[in-house]
């Protein structure tokens, strides 16, 4: 059941009520657009993680996860926001009036945070129309060489969609014109049109240019390095490519704050919402929907970003404001130097950990001994008790837990791959690196990826790696076959 005209007008004039008290606390969001939809809206946005984006199996996939979880009463979406100037929020219809509160207060915190945090500087802020020209570029694609065609395509690039190099917003690559300059500042000859007369009578041979890898240095960007040089890719192959490549460069500032980011809306709910003249009821409700929101997650695999990333930035204002607790630590710079205690700092501070951390070094900076014990922390591992394998505590103390939680981040927990040479052996083969780390490949998604990386590459492909202490190749030849050998 939809929302009447009055509920929509109180709404209304509760966000404008909102969005004042977060100016007046010091937010600067983004001009925010909120729309009220249905329930199956906010799982179809939240599969696809964009409006108007292209059409692929995952997203229904996902779709289909969501409204499952969601009707046997295991999950709930509250709201939608995506990082574009001006944010576009949507509400759930069927909610009530004091979570709509809840939800823009929230809403406007994730806003300040793309606008503020250095992570997303560099994003295109009018994605949701980009992604629509993409979308019709993909459909226009479907209907010349045929849906299916396309589809496989697509599963094929999305296999390898994580093998990007996340630097890439920020590094500007050269063009062909000034890797010639290079060359010539480097004392090489350029390729020329007469270098098939040079060699005339009565003169010397020309010097024989030195030998140049290929490429140059390790390529981490595996996407674009196939995009360019794939050797049998038709143009409308590459453009997908492109297309899925760009698209997660999008996604990726907000894979790498997603702690900060929903620790600093869900601060900032709690901040609006108490300051707001609320009946005992409506308080009632919202202490129950920050409590639900901010649960420690009941799973080993993964936590609550919302409750560690809000229990973390307490933490940060409280020690910033120079309240002391039991256990605390001397307060230290980078170096380890121990600093004098702030004091009155603590929303300062918050503002300006929301403009240049992620989440890797938002944990390693200030994910304490203190809060590790609060947060009941640890690392796990599986271990065969009384012949029975089960998952049992492997570590407590703070520093190994938190150096394992900033690992896991690592790549986003997929495996580093590096281009090593795109004509191996001289024979336009193609070697990867792993960049082992200590843990295994999982060779079931590994060759998976080969496979992938070969349709899109077009010639063999190899990868090395590290197993029980031995180097390995893995190789996928043209057959598809996957063979190994210990190097």
Request: glycine share 6%; charged share 30%; net charge negative.
């Amino acid at each position: 059941m939809g929302m009447s005209l009055s509920e929509r007008d109180e709404l209304e004039r509760w966000i404008e009520i909102i969005w004042d008290q977060a100016r007046e606390f010091g937010l600067d969001p983004y001009p925010t657009h909120f729309e009220v939809v249905p329930q199956h809206v906010i799982y179809e946005l939240g599969a696809y993680g964009l409006p108007a984006r292209f059409s692929h199996w995952t997203f229904g996939r996902d779709y289909h996860r969501q409204k499952t979880s969601y009707e046997y009463g295991m999950s709930k979406i509250y709201e939608i926001v995506f990082n574009t100037d001006p944010c576009q929020a949507f509400l759930v219809e069927d909610n009530s009036m004091l979570s709509h509160k809840f939800v823009a207060a929230h809403v406007l915190g994730h806003c300040h945070f793309f606008k503020h945090n250095s992570y997303f500087q560099h994003t295109n802020r009018r994605m949701i129309e980009q992604m629509r020209v993409h979308a019709e570029r993909i459909a226009e694609y479907e209907k010349q060489f045929g849906w299916r065609e396309v589809e496989n395509f697509l599963d094929t690039v999305m296999t390898v969609e994580m093998h990007f190099d996340p630097s890439a917003p920020l590094v500007k690559r050269k063009s062909a014109e000034q890797h010639e300059d290079d060359r010539l500042r480097e004392g090489q000859p350029m390729n020329t049109d007469y270098d098939d007369i040079w060699n005339v009578a009565g003169r010397p041979d020309r010097p024989k240019p030195r030998a140049r890898k290929f490429p140059e240095e390790p390529e981490r960007d595996l996407m674009r390095f196939l995009m360019e040089y794939g050797r049998d890719l038709e143009e409308w192959q590459r453009d997908i490519i492109e297309i899925v490549r760009s698209e997660m460069l999008y996604f990726l500032p907000q894979m790498r704050t997603k702690i900060m980011n929903e620790g600093f809306a869900s601060y900032w709910h709690e901040k609006i919402l108490e300051s707001l003249d609320l009946t005992s009821e409506e308080h009632w409700e919202f202490r129950r929907l920050h409590s639900s929101v901010l649960s420690p997650s009941g799973s080993r695999a993964q936590i609550n970003p919302y409750y560690v990333g809000f229990q973390i930035l307490k933490d940060i204002e409280r020690r910033w404001d120079g309240v002391m607790e039991v256990g605390d630590d001397e307060e230290t710079d980078w170096m380890g130097r121990t600093i004098a205690r702030p004091t009155g700092e603590g929303r300062a501070k918050l503002f300006s950990v929301c403009e240049e951390d992620n989440d890797v070094t938002f944990l390693r900076r200030y994910l304490t001994d203190s809060l590790v014990k609060k947060l009941d922390l640890y690392t796990y591992k599986l271990q065969e008790v009384d012949g029975e394998k089960m998952w049992v505590v492997q570590d407590t103390d703070w520093r190994r837990v938190r150096d394992s939680m900033v690992d896991s981040m690592t790549n986003f927990g997929q495996p580093i791959l590096t281009v090593e040479d795109g004509d191996y052996q001289r024979h336009g083969e193609l070697y990867l690196k792993h960049a082992y780390d200590g843990k295994r490949l999982d060779l079931e998604y590994t060759e998976r990826v080969l496979k992938n990386v070969h349709r899109l590459w077009g010639r063999p492909v190899y990868l090395e790696s590290v197993a029980d202490d031995k180097k390995i190749v893995l190789k996928c030849g043209d057959n598809g076959e996957i063979t190994q050998e210990v190097a």
